[in-house]
């Protein structure tokens, strides 16, 4: 809580979600609280005044001066976008563990037999690969 405070009184031009995400930013990218949490602690501290929003008029920025511009910066990321990311990930994760478990499986055939040690080893080393092939 305290670092949201803090975050407000710095910058009380941020709002609720720029908080959230620059607390999340120096944290690795991890959430640490969401942004109607964001909202609330400051309303509670006194720091935010709750004004009633038109329902028409969502997120409008206005110049407080004349000739002042008001510059937002905009990231959208789809969420198709997202997903298609993560289903390439997986498949390239799969494929990995494929080659790997293919690769081991060469070897251990191509071992001479009567070479037992090195045989068990490229054994054991291909049914790892073949048991990380399963999980993937």
């Given at each position: 809580m305290e670092a949201v405070l803090a975050a407000k009184r710095e910058h009380p031009e941020w709002g609720k979600q720029r908080i959230a995400d620059e607390l999340a930013k120096a944290h690795g990218w991890q959430p640490l609280v969401s942004p109607s949490e964001v909202r609330r602690m400051p309303i509670e501290a006194g720091l935010w005044s709750q004004?009633?929003?038109?329902?028409g008029v969502v997120g409008v920025r206005h110049a407080e001066l004349p000739n002042q511009t008001v510059n937002t910066d905009?990231?959208?990321?789809?969420?198709?976008?997202?997903?298609?990311?993560?289903?390439?990930?997986?498949?390239?994760?799969?494929?990995?563990?494929?080659?790997?478990?293919?690769?081991?499986?060469?070897?251990?055939?191509?071992?001479?037999?009567?070479?037992?040690?090195?045989?068990?080893?490229?054994?054991?080393?291909?049914?790892?690969?073949?048991?990380?092939?399963?999980?993937?």
């Amino acid at each position: 809580m305290e670092a949201v405070l803090a975050a407000k009184r710095e910058h009380p031009e941020w709002g609720k979600q720029r908080i959230a995400d620059e607390l999340a930013k120096a944290h690795g990218w991890q959430p640490l609280v969401s942004p109607s949490e964001v909202r609330r602690m400051p309303i509670e501290a006194g720091l935010w005044s709750q004004v009633a929003r038109d329902p028409g008029v969502v997120g409008v920025r206005h110049a407080e001066l004349p000739n002042q511009t008001v510059n937002t910066d905009l990231c959208f990321v789809p969420a198709t976008h997202q997903v298609a990311e993560a289903d390439r990930l997986r498949r390239q994760q799969v494929q990995r563990a494929r080659y790997e478990a293919d690769l081991a499986q060469r070897r251990y055939l191509h071992v001479d037999p009567e070479n037992r040690l090195v045989a068990d080893v490229l054994e054991a080393n291909w049914n790892r690969k073949l048991r990380a092939l399963a999980e993937a």
